[in-house]
């Protein structure tokens, strides 16, 4: 069974920067869409951002021209380069991945926190 392992969040100041990258823990499989979603405290988890095979992006509005999401198809590993990070940014963002099954896998999580 395949897994996506994140690393990269951690505390920042506002107006910094800061590289979050998702890999898949095996290859072998084909992997369509590839995502980064996020959960505040007491809110729902929201995308962030998206990105097919072909390399087609959908951003939500609040990242637009700030967030860039990219993937390596070789590696089975996505990336999100967050720059011009605000205080309302500060959630637990979540990798996902749509298999050439149709099933969605979800990475554990990792911490972004934005200070003012």
């Known amino acids: 069974q395949v897994q996506l392992v994140e690393s990269g969040g951690g505390l920042v100041q506002a107006g910094g920067s800061l590289r979050l990258s998702c890999a898949a823990s095996?290859?072998?499989?084909?992997?369509?869409?590839m995502g980064w979603y996020r959960q505040a405290p007491g809110k729902q988890r929201d995308l962030v951002a998206t990105?097919?095979?072909?390399?087609?992006?959908n951003y939500a509005d609040s990242v637009k021209g700030r967030f860039t999401i990219s993937r390596d198809n070789a590696k089975n590993t996505v990336y999100l380069q967050m720059n011009s990070l605000k205080p309302e940014d500060t959630a637990v963002y979540y990798c996902?991945?749509?298999?050439?099954?149709?099933?969605?896998?979800w990475g554990q999580g990792t911490q972004v926190t934005v200070s003012s």
């Open positions: 990105i097919t095979s072909s390399g087609s992006t």
């Open positions: 095996r290859s072998g499989f084909t992997i369509n869409s």
């Open positions: 996902s991945a749509i298999l050439s099954s149709r099933q969605r896998i």
